[in-house]
């Protein structure tokens, strides 16, 4: 349940994630930076991805943007975290209680192969053949 | 018994279930690994620079490391990991970082550089 519940919410995060990272982009320098950017004058000269290149552009990206991306994160690390599969306990004592006494002290020696047991079967197949018959 | 020569190997061996020590170190594996390539893409994507980008590692792994805690040990680490709470909010922070500027370079250069 909880794991179909993490894929789901780290899934969401991820796409979310996606569309952050598509619109940052997509997103196009706004008049008013462009304005006030001290390399405005440059801006209209040369072109923009080489600028962008060598970082004479300020990004400054929309706080919509900066939100959906740190939200995205951390629903995809509770996804993750969800999704990711239970951890054991890894203490010997606890693992000792689950188990039982013939599981653990079992040893060729205490197997015994003269019992009733054998004497049990045949009466019982007599018994079956006698009511069969009968 | 194990052919470590470290004088506490025997003793771990006794004390404690070294088939869910393993369980336990990949699932947190898992969900470091995961958590490096997310926090590596966010921090390409909001194109953070140099000691912003460490910063917002340090953050994210804190945030992860008290999840992981907080949900999967019921703050009960001692129950899960030899080392207690040092192991969740320690290991693999290293081999993270690397995971992580890996990410963070592939998605700033998809998302700022080459448009």
Known sequence: MSQTLGRVLSLVGIAFLAHSAFSTYERKLSPT?????????NIQSTDLSYLNAVDKVESGLPIEITAE???????????????????????MENEMTKQTIDKLDTAPSFITFNHRGRRAVSAHTLLQRRSHGS | MSADAQGSGSEDVHKYVLPYIMHNAKTM???????????GSAAGILGLKNFQGFAFYAVSWIFMSFLLLAVKTQFKPH??????????????????????ILFHTFLYGLVHLYQ
Do not use: H, P, W
């Open chain 2, 29 to 39: 594996q898992f969900a470091r690994a995961c958590l490096a390539a997310i926090s």
């Open chain 1, 33 to 41: 930076m462009v304005a006030t950017s001290q390399y405005a004058a």
């Open chain 1, 69 to 91: 991306c740190l939200m995205a994160v951390a629903v995809a690390l509770v996804g993750i975290v969800l999704c990711s599969g239970d951890l054991k306990n890894i203490l």
């Open chain 2, 79 to 100: 129950l899960f990991f030899k080392g207690g709470v040092k192991d969740i909010f320690t290991e693999g922070l290293i081999g993270g970082l690397l995971s992580y």
